[in-house]
């Protein structure tokens, strides 16, 4: 069996101030997660790497919110609010991705895994590496 396929999705916020591509596998692991802000936001987690990540346009349009352990910065496009990407502190050389800040039309498979994060000490050691929200 070999290396899943890679390909490139485009997303961004609801205004379209911010812009963004992914490479990512063609079916996509996602997390859904519990904690406090990902259960307001309706968050869907896709982990990707620095490298697999490029900011296309509006990095003058995001405000940055960090709480708790400060280690995650959240970043909000400030023009209409939508969080479409952020720097998790499990991952901090990487990012989560919104699934649901994709363009339409580009995600075929996708497959979803629960994620505590209400209780994310106890819960972030049973997650691969390659999946920590």
């Excluded at 070999?2 to 997303?11: A, F, K």
């Excluded at 205004?15 to 591509?21: D, E, N």
């Excluded at 970043?75 to 720097?87: A, I, P, Q, T």
Aim: proline share 5%; aromatic share 10%; charged share 20%.
């Amino acid at each position: 069996m070999g290396t899943p396929e890679r390909i490139e999705y485009l997303g961004g916020c609801h205004c379209g101030a911010v812009r963004f591509s992914v490479m990512a596998p063609s079916e996509l692991k996602i997390l859904d997660c519990n904690c406090s802000i990902c259960r307001m936001l309706g968050y869907q987690h896709l982990i990707v790497s620095a490298d697999d990540f490029t900011l296309l346009k509006g990095e003058e349009a995001l405000s940055k919110y960090r709480f708790n352990s400060g280690i995650a910065r959240h970043l909000f496009c400030r023009k209409c609010g939508v969080k479409s990407f952020y720097v998790p502190r499990s991952y901090p050389d990487g990012f989560s991705v919104n699934l649901r800040c994709l363009d339409p039309g580009q995600v075929g498979k996708a497959s979803h895994q629960a994620f505590d994060g209400a209780n994310w000490e106890d819960a972030i050691s049973g997650l691969p590496e390659d999946q920590a929200s």
